[in-house]
């Protein structure tokens, strides 16, 4: 039987082993690249840091915002059925219908203005809070970009 092949050197090398031929082409490729310096990562942490705060702190002012809504709305809806309470037993009373039907206009004249006012008062909670939100995630944005252009400026 015949007895396998023998291998050369290079072939049964260990891993990690090197052969002094590979080690010097290496390094001299390595040397030629010029590859930069390692980057500082610290501001980029920090600035990931900065903008998860203000994302935070936006989602926190829309939320708030959100609860602000829903509270007066219930307190809008609190005061509605009041007046509707009100107007259902001034118009039980015993009057002539010309009166009851002049009532019933100035009734539902009223309810009409109540909730117009009522929706604007909730739109205007509603675009302020947005606004609030809004300027600080553009804020934050902004000086991303600021740090982004020092941090490309540092690098030339």
Request: aromatic residues 4%; hydrophobic residues 45%.
């Amino acid at each position: 039987m015949a007895s396998p092949p023998k291998s050369s050197p290079s072939a049964t090398a260990m891993p990690g082993m090197s052969t002094p031929g590979f080690d010097m082409n290496f390094t001299k490729l390595l040397a030629d690249m010029k590859l930069p310096s390692m980057l500082d990562l610290e501001p980029f942490i920090a600035a990931s840091r900065r903008n998860m705060e203000a994302m935070t702190a936006a989602n926190r002012i829309a939320l708030e915002g959100a609860q602000t809504v829903a509270r007066r709305h219930m307190e809008i809806m609190q005061q509605a059925m009041a007046e509707m309470s009100d107007a259902i037993k001034a118009l039980a009373s015993p009057e002539p219908p010309q009166t009851k039907a002049a009532r019933q206009a100035e009734l539902l004249k009223q309810g009409y203005e109540h909730a117009v006012a009522n929706l604007r008062e909730l739109g205007d909670l509603i675009q302020r809070s947005n606004k609030e939100a809004m300027d600080l995630l553009n804020h934050r944005f902004t000086e991303a970009m600021n740090e982004v252009k020092a941090l490309a400026e540092k690098g030339k």
